[in-house]
């Protein structure tokens, strides 16, 4: 990892020249710049790469140096790290938080601009380092630094407002893993948490099984299905010392224009009774978020639209519904499988496949139909209760 302090001008002239360059090219033909080597530049240029979508305070900042890209990618991103300081900041105590699992220093930034002190805490001391170079670019004067392991740091803290923990996997070979599979694992450190605080935000991979952590965190007032762009980022699990009722969850997509946030218990779901339609003049697709977080009956009752299949969540309607959270279209026709057929809605041969719940993979639908991407208009593939269905389809703004 790259030593923090400011790069010279002509490694920084290098890597702004050089951004969209060719990387096996960059490494094949130079040792270092300036006397760097080349493997650190490129990871400065892997960096603001990177950076330029997902940390945007950080890619303005021409001084900012990057770790290799395994740690960009598993850092959060601005926009998950200001909702994150954003849903702490409903609570009145904002005086000092502790982020245990600091990293390369994200969520910590974004704490930042919400608490008094912010207390980073990283066992790693070069990223620790790193971290703080950074800060100290971005103009934050009030965040702290402890090169600790939680565990020890929370021997000897004492009360805050509260904390932050962002546990790594051991292994990730597991599709299925718990919180005893992390470090540092939240499910033993909650007690010594709850000792210095009322509240702790505990985020988890989108991977992770909402009921198993459920099960291995307590006190849990709020899970946070958080989608960027219809993207599943994160989990978060908002526990509360001494809370007791069951948790609501929280399905948030977030884009550039909107956020949509969608609140329902665990109740909501399991007493909920879907209808269930035939195909309708439209077809729905909920957000991923919101698929995510397991609402399929209480999409239908909610929404007011049928659910074409038990296991196909996909819904339908004669009326539209305008406010429904994410892609809704329009059905032109049912159609059969058969490649002239096809031609017929889609005459420039170019659709959109999208299936759900059906037998052939995108891939095996468009070589079946002699179909390319692209197009205005889509193939829809599932399973109704009739059974298998295609459909042509356009989207509905």
Known sequence: MIHPHKLSNQVGLFI???????????????????????????????????????????????????PPSINIEQTSSEVTASYKAQLLSSFPDHDTIVDLTGGLGIDSFAFSKIFKVVVHVEPDGDLQALARYNHQQLGCSNITYVNQLAEHFLEVTSEISAAFIDPSRRKASRKVYSFHDCVPDVTTLQTAIFRQTNVLLVKASPMHDIQLALREIHNVQRVVVLAVDNEVRELLFLALRGFEAKPILSAVNITSSSTVVIDFSIADEELAEASFDELKSYLYEPNAALLKAGAFKLTSTRFGVGKLHVNTHLYTSDELVEDFPDRIFRVISRIK???????????????????????????????????????EKYLLGFTASSGPTLVAAERVI
């Open 16 to 66: 702004a020249t050089h951004e969209r360059a060719d990387i096996p090219s960059l490494v094949l033909k130079y040792n270092s710049i300036d006397g760097l080597p080349i493997a650190s530049v490129v990871d400065q240029i892997m960096g603001r790469r990177k950076s330029r979508e997902k940390l945007p305070s950080y890619f303005a900042h021409n001084d900012i140096l990057y």
């Open 337 to 375: 499988g058969d490649e002239k057929l096809v031609r017929t809605y889609f005459p420039d041969g170019k659709a959109n496949v999208v299936v759900r719940n059906y037998p052939s993979t995108p891939d095996e639908l468009k070589k079946k139909l002699r179909l390319r991407d692209g197009g």
